[in-house]
């Protein structure tokens, strides 16, 4: 699963990290969505957009015009990649563009979602992303467990809220460090699938086993490192996020 595109070798959240993703191979896309100023689902990882574009502020209270304005992509070395300068490639991503970029890729792709959003938009971005899951027809798979999209969130009450309007759709309870109760290893109400950092699973990888054995699938961030590949494969999770999809299908044998 690709994390924010193939962001290793293009700017994250950009079009070209995900085109990059998908000519590498990756399996499955991940993004984190923001809510604009004026309703917009976008792909920015941090609350504000000084680290990643060449503009300041917070995405909430920017309008989606605000943000096409800036550019996404200086922040890395175009050097490697003429298509860094076309705009078109580093200004900021919708989520529907980048629904549109999988929807043509001749091939199935999954998406993992992650929810981003301050507490004055609490419910909101939940609402806006299952709408436009439903305009591309991705909000009711047609049994349980063939859905190309699941949802992640290090917020509870964010997954319940999913979970409640849309129970088809899995979600992925993210957590950075070892929960109070990682010998029940439980999930909060409304998670599906457990989603622990690496550095989580090198320091307690029995808590993956003792997840499996629960019933709960792993999927773990951001694996970037062959050892760590590695380990992941030996305990048998079942989805790695990274930032370098070619070269870990390449780990895996995949190329």
């Given at each position: 699963?690709?994390?924010?595109?193939?962001?290793?070798?293009?700017?994250?959240?950009?079009?070209?990290?995900?085109?990059?993703?998908?000519?590498?191979?990756?399996?499955?896309?991940?993004?984190?969505?923001?809510?604009?100023?004026?309703?917009?689902?976008?792909?920015?990882?941090?609350?504000r957009v000084n680290?990643?574009?060449?503009?300041?502020?917070?995405?909430?209270?920017?309008?989606?015009?605000?943000?096409?304005?800036?550019?996404?992509?200086?922040?890395?070395?175009?050097?490697?990649?003429?298509?860094?300068?076309?705009?078109?490639?580093?200004?900021?991503?919708?989520?529907?563009?980048?629904?549109?970029?999988?929807?043509?890729?001749?091939?199935?792709?999954?998406?993992?979602?992650?929810?981003?959003?301050?507490?004055?938009?609490?419910?909101?971005?939940?609402?806006?992303?299952?709408?436009l899951l439903k305009?591309?027809?991705?909000?009711?798979?047609?049994?349980?467990?063939?859905?190309?999209?699941?949802?992640?969130?290090?917020s509870a009450r964010?997954?319940?809220?999913?979970?409640?309007?849309?129970?088809?759709?899995?979600?992925?309870?993210?957590?950075?460090?070892?929960?109070?109760?990682?010998?029940?290893?439980?999930?909060?109400?409304?998670?599906?699938?457990?989603?622990?950092?690496?550095?989580?699973?090198?320091?307690?990888?029995?808590?993956?086993?003792?997840?499996?054995?629960?019933?709960?699938?792993?999927?773990?961030?951001?694996?970037?490192?062959?050892?760590?590949?590695?380990?992941?494969?030996?305990?048998?999770?079942?989805?790695?996020?990274?930032?370098?999809?070619?070269?870990?299908?390449?780990?895996?044998?995949?190329?």
């Amino acid at each position: 699963m690709a994390h924010r595109g193939a962001s290793e070798d293009a700017p994250e959240h950009t079009l070209a990290a995900y085109v990059r993703a998908i000519e590498d191979g990756a399996d499955a896309l991940e993004c984190d969505v923001r809510l604009t100023a004026d309703g917009h689902l976008v792909c920015v990882h941090d609350r504000r957009v000084n680290r990643t574009s060449n503009g300041r502020g917070a995405v909430s209270a920017l309008e989606l015009a605000d943000l096409a304005a800036l550019d996404f992509g200086s922040w890395r070395d175009s050097e490697e990649s003429p298509d860094w300068k076309d705009p078109g490639f580093t200004s900021v991503l919708t989520l529907e563009r980048l629904l549109e970029l999988v929807a043509d890729a001749g091939r199935r792709i999954e998406l993992a979602i992650e929810t981003k959003h301050p507490t004055r938009w609490a419910g909101q971005v939940e609402e806006r992303l299952l709408h436009l899951l439903k305009r591309f027809g991705l909000d009711a798979p047609a049994a349980p467990g063939e859905s190309p999209v699941r949802v992640m969130s290090f917020s509870a009450r964010s997954l319940h809220r999913i979970a409640y309007a849309a129970p088809n759709i899995p979600t992925v309870y993210l957590m950075q460090f070892l929960p109070l109760r990682a010998r029940e290893a439980r999930l909060p109400a409304g998670a599906r699938i457990a989603g622990p950092g690496i550095r989580l699973v090198r320091n307690h990888p029995s808590y993956v086993e003792r997840l499996h054995a629960a019933g709960h699938q792993v999927h773990v961030w951001t694996v970037n490192e062959p050892a760590d590949v590695d380990l992941c494969v030996s305990l048998g999770v079942e989805a790695i996020i990274t930032n370098r999809p070619r070269q870990v299908l390449s780990r895996l044998g995949r190329l």
